[in-house]
Nanobody
């Protein structure tokens, strides 16, 4: 079983930057897709960004141009660089990973979440 652990969350002010990290228990090379989701109080859990093993990225419209997702296979770690943070970015951020099986189904994994409060 793959375990994902987030780190780097914390209180920031609007306009600040923050980098989140997600470290896997083993090599992430076999994880076809990794990403970040977030959930604000009273809201649904929404996709923030994804990155494939080959480096293809996808972003929610709300974070395009401000957030950057990356992965470092040597460190078994995924990152989310968040710039120009807004109050509406405040949420619990969850790391996500998906492994494509031989039958084209996916096995998915979630981290425990890390809080990112954004307040002036």
């Amino acid at each position: 079983q793959v375990h994902l652990v987030e780190s780097g969350g914390g209180l920031v002010q609007p306009g600040d930057s923050l980098r989140l990290a997600c470290t896997a228990s083993g090599s992430i090379f076999s994880i076809n897709v990794m990403g970040w989701y977030r959930q604000a109080p009273g809201k649904q859990r929404d996709l923030v960004a994804t990155i494939t093993r080959g480096g293809t990225t996808n972003y929610a419209d709300s974070v395009k141009g401000r957030f950057t997702i990356s992965r470092d296979n040597a460190k078994n770690t995924e990152y989310l660089q968040m710039n120009s943070l807004k109050p509406e970015d405040a949420a619990v951020y969850y790391c996500h990973g998906g492994i494509r099986n031989s039958d084209n189904s996916y096995t998915v994994f979630w981290g425990q979440g890390t809080q990112v409060p954004v307040s002036s």
